[in-house]
């Protein structure tokens, strides 16, 4: 059984900074893309943010493009999210997820296995 657990949301202001982790079970973790979304009261499922298995490839959301990235690290089973310059539209439940295939894809079809989600509030 693959769990996904995600830790380092919480609140910040505005113009702050968020490094968020989430730590992978299972022995697949270095052969599957990661992929971060989130999700607003209100709101649709946004895609934030994904990387390939190796690390090597990345994608990022229109809306988070050069504000936020993303990194892993194989041997921890663990993937990583630094995001840079919040703004209070940033304010969502954050959602690490585990894709289907090595490369990293922008839609939630190509996960099969999501965190619980940690909250993430910037003030303005």
């Known amino acids: 059984q693959v769990q996904l657990v995600e830790s380092g949301g919480g609140l910040v202001q505005a113009g702050g900074s968020l490094r968020l982790s989430c730590a992978a079970s299972g022995r697949t973790f270095s052969s599957v893309s990661m992929g971060w979304f989130r999700q607003a009261p209100g709101k649709e499922r946004e895609f934030v943010a994904a990387?390939?298995?190796?690390?090597?490839?990345?994608d990022f959301g229109n809306s988070v493009k050069g504000r936020f990235t993303i990194s892993r690290d194989n041997a921890k089973n663990t993937v990583y999210r630094q995001m840079n310059s919040l703004k209070p539209e940033d304010t969502a439940v954050y959602y690490c997820a585990r894709g289907c295939y090595s490369l990293p894809y922008a839609h939630p079809d190509e996960y099969d296995y999501w965190g619980q989600g940690t909250q993430v509030t910037v003030s303005s």
């Open positions: 990387i390939s298995s190796s690390g090597g490839s990345t």
